[in-house]
């Protein structure tokens, strides 16, 4: 293959606060709903924040095969798992069906923290409470204590095992830890392994997690948003009185096959993925994103596309609440047009970590599936200082193409053009 159309998207699955399957999520993305809510159980308590992007009507075991894999599995890795069972059926693809080495799994992941439980028992043998600490205690202790497998648990590779071994996929099998433009860059690679003819079909996405308790404590310098009545306005990407980050949890995958392989089983492409570019320009402090960065990689994904930014329907931000981040983010965004419209899915989900990508480029494809671009929650507030057009009412796709961004504080920047699919409705 020579062209980056010949990569299609023929699935989509998602495990996210505003629901489990893509028919669930589209209809509350797309009318407007927040998954921003109180957090159950203790969660919030660890850190003094209560409310966030909660799965609710979630279980692993529903997914999960064999249910003996759950024990060495994290939520994030289940939640991943989950997203990839989801995908496979929408995509109608059963991978016994296909040569084994010709199916891949590439995810994008991050890295996960285990629970303070899990460590409470061997940490307090070894002298933590007392204050006396016996450093050289703690492997012996463990032994004792800890769960004898509790680090698979946790390894980001996980995902893209489980996932590959279940299925008894023989192809490339990769991870990528590249903090919230992981999916984006695992959704890039999976298409570059297309392009290079090593394999059919690619299962890739990412799943992450801000709610649970150790990372609710370490927030990587993002700021704790103030609460507001009601709580699901609490979470503000682009407007003018943002002042932090609420988290969430979720995963999202796709299927992508050439379009050689998916017409030989037959099935319909929802989306065509048309260009892509990376980038990396350091930001100066080091905690806020780089607009160059985020610039450098839309011209470089619009140029690999073959389209000009006047062609775009829409684009799916990363915009999170921050104001840096948010607002150089912005101002990369608005050179593309100010009359081009831009939905922050953040405002609905909280922020997902690795995830973050996988359900942005879900959003761009149910978008092109659907022909229409959905609103962002709370964007009547918006920052009249980022001039990007957020909608309060869904309204339709003009143009079949969406352009799909993500980025870290560190100045990493990913772009994905997305676009319609021949004869899709």
């Known amino acids: 293959m020579t062209a980056s159309r010949d990569v299609v998207i023929t699935g989509v699955g998602v495990v996210s606060p505003l629901g489990i399957g893509h028919e669930p999520f589209w209809q509350a993305m797309s009318s407007g709903q927040s998954g921003i809510r109180w957090l159950d159980g203790g969660t919030g308590e660890v850190a003094r924040v209560g409310f966030g992007g909660q799965l609710i009507d979630y279980d692993p075991r529903a997914y999960v095969r064999p249910r003996k894999a759950l024990k060495v599995m994290s939520r994030e890795i289940q939640t991943a798992f989950s997203a990839a069972v989801l995908a496979m059926e929408h995509a109608a693809l059963d991978p016994s069906e296909m040569p084994a080495d010709r199916v891949a799994t590439i995810f994008g992941s991050e890295m996960m923290s285990g629970e303070p439980e899990e460590l409470a028992e061997a940490l307090q043998q070894c002298g933590v409470t007392s204050g006396d600490i016996r450093a050289g205690e703690f492997g012996e202790a463990a032994m004792r204590n800890m769960f004898p497998l509790w680090m698979l648990k946790y390894l980001p590779n996980m995902a893209a095992c489980h996932v590959g071994i279940a299925v008894g996929a023989l192809g490339p099998n990769n991870t990528l830890v590249v903090g919230d433009t992981s999916a984006l860059a695992a959704a890039i690679e999976s298409a570059s392994v297309l392009r290079r003819g090593i394999a059919d079909c690619v299962i890739t996405g990412a799943a992450g ?52 392989a998916a017409s030989r089983r037959g099935v319909r492409p929802l989306a065509v993925m048309l ?151």
Request: net charge negative; glycine share 10%; aromatic share 0%.
């Open 275 to 425: 260009g892509s570019a990376v980038r990396f320009i350091p930001s100066c402090d080091g905690s806020s994103a780089s607009s160059a960065a985020i610039g450098k990689a839309i011209a470089g994904a619009l140029a690999d596309a073959g389209v000009a930014a006047s062609d775009l329907g829409m684009v799916v931000s990363h915009a999170m609440g921050d104001r840096r981040i948010d607002a150089a983010e912005a101002a990369a965004v608005e050179k593309l047009g100010e009359d081009l419209p831009v939905v922050a899915p953040i405002a609905a989900l909280g922020h997902t970590g690795a995830a973050s990508g996988s359900l942005d480029l879900v959003t761009a494809v149910l978008a092109l599936v659907h022909r229409v671009v959905p609103p962002t929650v709370n964007a009547a507030e918006r920052d009249p200082e980022c001039r990007v057009r957020l909608l309060s009412e869904a309204q339709p796709l003009d143009r079949p193409l969406v352009l799909v961004i993500s980025h870290t504080p560190q100045g990493h920047a990913a772009a994905v053009v997305l676009g319609a699919a021949s004869g899709c409705e």
């Open 209 to 260: 997690t801000r709610i649970s308790p150790t990372r609710l404590i370490y927030r990587s310098g993002l700021g704790i948003p103030t609460l507001r009545d009601p709580v699901a306005a609490s979470s503000r990407p682009l407007a003018s009185d943002r002042d932090g980050v609420v988290a969430g949890e979720g995963a999202g995958c796709l299927i992508l096959e050439s379009d050689a």
